[in-house]
Each structure stands twice: as structure tokens, then as C-alpha cells.
């Protein structure tokens, strides 16, 4: 599976802008971020074709964890992958997380190697 374009969610500035960073040195130059849930939605909605996902848990108007499963609930979203990238280190919320639809989670404070690595994995390489 190739990875073209990710969209990113995350409510804090700081955050997008380590995700994107770490993204675009690992090789995925096409990243779109959104604030919440809900401002991910209305990308999805507006033709953003994605092939990956990264969705914080925590955020205003729509959480990580609502957002993931309306995009597993749309017939024509739930084909794209989704990882949450959360400071929640709780095991139910990482089985909660998983048992909604999420193929993989990443806990914060994150490495960008671990970043690359569960993207290699999705995508059948390991770099």
C-alpha cells in the first residue's frame, strides 16, 4: 500500500508541526492537518483523498477517539488506515482505540523513529 497523503489531527500547533516535520524528513511530503475531529471530517468530506491517518485523542468540538469512528462508520472513509497518536497510555484506551477501528497506536512523547517505523509497516516496508 503507498502512502501519498496524510492528514494529520492534532489541536495543539506545536504538535502538527512535529508530526508534519517528522512526516516530511521520513520521506511523506503531502500532509494536511486539521484542529479537531471535526475539522478532520470536513476534510474528509471536501474530497481529501488520504491514505493514512494520524488522530490525537484529546481535542475540543470532536475527540481523536469520535472522529475514528465516524470515519470507520463511512463506507467511503473506513478503507484508510488510522493511528492514534495520544499522550493515553491507559491499556483500556489503547483496546478501545483498536476495537473502534484504529490499526495502530502511538504513545507521546514519540520517537520519529517510531513514527517511520508503524508507517513502514502499513505501507510493507520497514523505511
Known sequence: MAINKILVL???P???RILVNTLNKAGFTTVDTANDGDDGLKKLASGGSYDLILTDWNMPVMTGID?????????ATKH???IMVTSR??????????????RDYIVKPFTPEAIKEKIGTLSGSNG
Open 89 to 102: 497510555n491507559v491499556k483500556e484506551d489503547i483496546l478501545l482505540a483498536i476495537k473502534s477501528g484504529a
Open 10 to 12: 492534532d489541536d495543539s
Open 67 to 75: 472522529f475514528l469512528k465516524a470515519v470507520k462508520a463511512d463506507p
Open 80 to 82: 484508510i488506515p488510522v
Open 14 to 16: 506545536t504538535m502538527q
